[in-house]
T-cell receptor, first 114, second 115 residues
Framework: TQLLEQSPQFLSIQEGENLTVYCNSS?????LQWYRQEPGEGPVLLVT?????EVKKLKRLTFQFGDARKDSSLHITAAQPGDTGLYLC??????????????FGKGTLLTVNP | GAVVSQHPSWVICKSGTSVKIECRSL??????MFWYRQFPKQSLMLMAT?????????EQGVEKDKFLINHASLTLSTLTVTSAHPEDSSFYIC???????????FGPGTRLLVL
């Protein structure tokens, strides 16, 4: 069974602070995706990382894929209340797993207080 | 961008009844659709994978006779929760991909409450 461990599980910070969310696994994935989900809605794709060591930036969000393609991190700079939500990482095509299926981490619930 | 819709967005039913949830890809043909279940403050758990015109593949521990999946066309998949019980209350989310290995586009989810 492939597992994706996310940490921290909960994070409450003040507006303007920086934060990092981690996603770790013992499995190698062909790609890893980060989603943001708001209450009562489906997850929305933020980014897909494919190459080991890859770094992608999306405005104040920076995503990194580990060299071994087993872990990833999401860094948010100067967090804003609008960043509040559940952040999920998901791996695709892990070792022993089927293609196209996503394995989701448990998520990090982020609250940014004004 | 690709849009996936779900209907209904929420449903309340009595224990023992069956509920059908629809998942549609609005602007693309979906070779494969996925059904997930999400309990409060928890992550998405894959229930089954469905391909148009063939039987769904269920994940371990998911009862295929209880959660009936029909992928009748390239734009529509349905999930029927048969003889629903309160423990089936959850947030059900579908996703669809246009091509094998492509990006999964998620629907907005359906909140099911079984009384």
């Amino acid at each position: 069974t492939q597992l994706l461990e996310q940490s921290p599980q909960f994070l409450s910070i003040q507006e303007g602070e920086n934060l990092t969310v981690y996603c770790n696994s013992s499995s190698v994935f062909s790609s890893l995706q980060w989603y943001r989900q708001e209450p009562g809605e489906g997850p929305v794709l933020l980014v897909t990382v494919v190459t080991g060591g890859e770094v992608k930036k999306l405005k104040r969000l920076t995503f990194q894929f580990g060299d071994a393609r087993k872990d990833s991190s999401l860094h948010i700079t100067a967090a804003q209340p609008g960043d509040t939500g559940l952040y999920l990482c998901a791996g695709e095509g892990g070792s022993g797993g089927s293609n196209y299926k996503l394995t989701f981490g448990k998520g990090t619930l982020l609250t940014v207080n004004p | 961008g690709a849009v996936v819709s779900q209907h209904p967005s929420w449903v309340i039913c009595k224990s023992g009844t069956s509920v059908k949830i629809e998942c549609r890809s609005l602007d693309f043909q979906a070779t494969t659709m996925f059904w997930y279940r999400q309990f409060p403050k928890q992550s998405l758990m894959l229930m089954a994978t469905s391909n148009e015109g063939s039987k769904a593949t269920y994940e371990q521990g998911v009862e295929k006779d209880k959660f009936l999946i029909n992928h009748a066309s390239l734009t529509l998949s349905t999930l029927t929760v048969t003889s629903a019980h309160p423990e089936d209350s959850s947030f059900y989310i579908c996703s669809a991909i246009a091509v094998p290995g492509g990006t999964q586009y998620f629907g907005p989810g359906t909140r099911l409450l079984v009384l």
